[in-house]
Nanobody, 120 residues
Framework: QVQLVESGGGLVQAGGSLRLSCAAS????????MGWYRQAPGKERDLVAT????YTHYVDSVKGRFTIFRDNNTVYLQMNSLKPEDTAVYYC?????????????????WGQGTQVTVSS
């Protein structure tokens, strides 16, 4: 079982910065993929960034502004040059993938979410 606890959200003016943290506890492996999603009011939950074995992926809208990195069992999202359209609840996620009888399975875990509000 895995527990994820996010922190670091808040209110910031456009152009400002925030750093989100997500502390994972339980059975964690270095090869687990971790990442951040966000959900704005009335919209679906969308991928923001992921990290796995040192490799990172970002959606186009945050490239050059956001940085994801991991230190042991904590994953961070450094957000710079924030825009009002970045306003959302940000969720941390961890995926534990494994093979069983030649079939690949994955268990996805989610944090409770942290609100990020960017004022114009």
């Amino acid at each position: 079982q895995v527990q994820l606890v996010e922190s670091g959200g808040g209110l910031v003016q456009a152009g400002g910065s925030l750093r989100l943290s997500c502390a994972a506890s339980g059975t964690i492996f270095n090869e687990n993929a971790m990442g951040w999603y966000r959900q704005a009011p009335g919209k679906e939950r969308d991928l923001v960034a992921t990290i796995r074995a040192g490799y990172t992926h970002y959606v186009d809208s945050v490239k050059g502004r956001f940085t994801i990195f991991r230190d042991n069992n904590t994953v961070y999202l450094q957000m710079n040059s924030l825009k009002p359209e970045d306003t959302a609840v940000y969720y941390c996620t961890l995926r534990h993938g494994y093979w069983r009888d030649s079939i690949y399975y994955s268990d996805d875990y989610w944090g409770q979410g942290t609100q990020v509000t960017v004022s114009s």
